[in-house]
């Protein structure tokens, strides 16, 4: 059975950075198209950034030239990388494959603030 595991998130002054993993288990990973969710209190589920089999990427407009979203197959993990955060990415931030997801992980909380 498909599992998904984040971690790496906290609590971060403003302009200061997170690194988020996501490993997953039970799933061909190196064949499937991941990306990184958030969700915010009291909004909907968000698609932030997304890597494809081959290693093609998207973000967000938001968090272009911020985020990075980068994966290591041998280690069936995809990465989040976050700089330069705003109060604004306060969220819970979730991994999963594009089309047809995985039941979803705990997710990892990111706060920002000063």
């Known amino acids: 059975q498909a599992q998904l595991v984040e971690s790496g998130g906290g609590s971060v002054q403003p302009g200061g950075s997170l690194r988020l993993s996501c490993t997953a288990s039970g799933i061909i990973f190196s064949s499937n198209s991941m990306g990184w969710y958030r969700q915010a209190p009291g909004k909907q589920r968000e698609l932030v950034a997304t890597i494809s089999a081959g290693g093609s990427t998207y973000s967000l407009p938001s968090v272009k030239g911020r985020f990075a979203i980068s994966r290591d197959n041998a280690k069936n993990t995809v990465y989040l990388q976050m700089n330069s955060l705003k109060p604004e990415d306060t969220a819970v931030y979730f991994c999963?494959?594009?089309?047809?997801?995985?039941?979803w992980g705990q997710g990892a909380q990111v706060t920002v603030s000063s």
């Open positions: 999963n494959r594009i089309s047809f997801p995985f039941p």
